[in-house]
């Protein structure tokens, strides 16, 4: 489940042990320093208030923060919540966005988790000709969170986890579950594999499904017209920014006028498509079916994400505990 640090640190941490307590897996932050509380804060936070769960960051950046930090950070978070930790890492979104900077490439991004691997194996690493080590580390498993060909190779490649952003929508989830390997193919054991998708136990798609209309803008604004198109959605790119939705249409803070922005370029059925072939948007034995279906595609773990980014996930959290969990 995705919780975001969007409210005051004490209730962060009570959703969060909200979630070990109705049986999740795992929670997963998300990082971005304008949007957010200070994702390595509240997840040290929450690591001191549970026993069972484990605790993600979705994701982090070496855009933001120099690779040593985020090792010294990832180390303190591992400290407390002892081999139940994850540090997620990708190219940078909101994170870099707001303050004009750019997200990081494949090469930048593959530097940066290398420096902060070794540093948390307790590794020497040359900073510009500068040796130095990390005291005191703390073995943390190392994920990438990728979308297009290359980043999901990279991840394949170097990842102990990859976060795949395809959704479930079986078509591309294959695509990307492929590429995944290609990466992977000079290595012993493949990277363990996350599915990201959008979630909503509901009666009526139809309904629901408008509100999905700026995740898939984004989507479209990132280069993923072919990817939705693959899946049989098809929409207009709208333009960046975009009218009425900031910081950005995926983490809007009015999300009514997002909905209501996106409408020229994302049609009601193009919405319900994106619902139903991408998004685990449907009654709670529909849900259940199609997580057995990711499972059976090779899937190890699925991220479930409520739409908002501003509220925390109570009503998603409950709604699956209470009618998909006991099917599954």
Known sequence: MRIPPCAPVTEVVAAAAEAERLGFDEVWLPDSQLLW????TVAATAAAATSRV??????????????????SAARTVGEVALDRFVLGLGVGNSSVVPVGLRASTGSELRSGLATIRALLAGEEVDFGGVRSRMRDPVPVPLHVAASGPRNLRLAGEIADGVILLSGVSPRTLAAATSTVREGAAGRGTPPRTTVSAYCKVTDDVERDARELKPVCAGIA??????FLALAGVHVDVPPIPLPGAYPDV???????????????????????????????FGSGEEIAHRLEAV????ADAVFLQHVGSYDLPYPLLNDVAGKVLPLL
Do not use: K, M
Not at 37 to 40: E, H, I, L, S
Not at 54 to 63: K, N, Y
Not at 295 to 298: E, I, K, L, T
């Open 37 to 40: 509380r200070d994702v390595f």
């Open 221 to 226: 604004q990132n280069g993923g017209v072919s």
């Open 250 to 280: 995926v983490h809007a803070e009015d999300w009514a006028a997002a909905v209501a922005a996106c409408g020229p370029y994302i049609s009601d059925e193009a919405a319900v498509a994106f619902a139903r072939e991408f998004c685990l």
């Open 54 to 71: 484990t605790l993600g960051i979705a994701v982090s950046t070496v855009v933001t923060r120099h690779p040593s930090v985020v090792a």
């Open 295 to 298: 499972r059976a595609a090779g």
